[in-house]
């Protein structure tokens, strides 16, 4: 297995314990224990994807690692949540491919890892969306926990024009009521047309991690926070003064589904990830939900 996929391989890697008692991490209050870690940094060290110096690693390379281990966990509770479990089949056929492939000088951790991980990516890939009244529910609850978020939003330059915009909004705008609001308000070049309906690569629903990936921070932290048909409090970003509006479920019902199913598995992962209680040691960094990875303190 060429080394260069070793980084990719980590993207939900699964590992086991191994009884250490110090945690790196925790996740919903199971642990991501330091010895998992350390154990990852000494193998991606030993086939020349970690180098040591002064013997650290590079403190990019761990908090991209533990990131990656916090995954795996996330990974593991969604999986036993929707009663897909990794299986003897699912290990099996791994194991069979990699035996296929060139993996001299791997230490036999890292050959495991690699294992579970694809084992993990195999059971995932079954996972199927909830029930439409459960997917119903949760969105109007939390709507992030499903790893989507279909959201509308004005911009304007001012926060005083933002306050007037959502006095005008009330408390509880219909779809119809904040779309021909955002177009008599909104800078944003065709708000009159889109009435602010984001939209992304998988249409009018976007996952979590394009917005992570590719929107301002405070605009996400806006949206990460929003609750389902309320109008948030003026939030500040680069571009502007945002009002930012999780859309009602009747509203985006077809496009959510739609997109949920087709790939259910990722985005509840996502979601997980959003959802979930993370806390990182100190020593690590911290956890940035509105990046969902570890980052510097």
């Given at each position: ?33 330091d010895a ?18 002064d ?9 991209g ?7 795996a ?60 009244s459960?997917v ?24 005083s ?23 008599k308000?909104?800078?944003?070049p065709?708000?009159?047309q ?48 945002h009002?930012i ?17 087709s ?5 509840l992962?996502?979601?997980t ?6 806390s ?15 980052v510097?303190?």
């Amino acid at each position: 297995m060429p080394r260069r996929l070793i980084a990719l391989l980590l993207s939900t890697v699964v590992l086991a314990s191994c009884g250490a008692t110090q945690n790196a991490a925790s996740v919903n209050g199971v642990a991501v224990l330091d010895a998992d870690l350390e154990q990852t940094v000494k193998d991606f060290a030993t086939v020349g994807e970690s180098p040591i110096v002064d013997g650290a690693a590079d403190g990019e390379t761990v908090r991209g690692l533990l990131t990656s281990l916090i995954r795996a966990e996330a990974t593991n509770q969604l999986l036993a949540e929707t009663g897909e479990p990794v299986t003897d089949a699912d290990l099996d056929k791994v194991r069979a491919e990699i035996s296929q492939q060139n993996t001299e000088g791997f230490p036999q951790t890292l050959i495991d890892l690699i294992v579970e991980l694809n084992a993990a990516t195999a059971a995932l890939g079954r996972v199927r969306a909830p029930e439409a009244s459960v997917v119903a529910a949760r969105y109007e609850s939390n709507p992030k926990s499903l790893g989507l978020l279909c959201v509308r939003h004005l911009v304007v330059e001012k926060e005083s024009t933002a306050r007037e915009a959502l006095a005008e909004l009330g408390a509880n705008p219909s779809d119809e009521d904040f779309a021909a609001v955002a177009g008599k308000y909104s800078i944003e070049p065709n708000a009159k047309q889109s009435g602010g309906a984001l939209r992304g690569q998988s249409g009018e629903c976007i996952a979590l991690n394009e917005y992570q990936a590719g929107f301002d921070p405070d605009f996400v932290r806006g949206a990460f926070d929003a609750r389902t048909g309320v109008p948030t409090e003026p939030v500040k970003s680069s571009f502007g003064w945002h009002i930012i509006y999780v859309r009602p479920f009747t509203a985006v019902s077809e496009s959510l589904s739609a997109t949920l199913n087709s790939a259910p598995g990722e985005y509840l992962l996502l979601g997980t990830l959003a959802a979930a209680d993370i806390s990182v040691a100190s020593r690590y960094g911290k956890w940035n939900p509105l990046s969902g990875q570890v980052v510097a303190p």
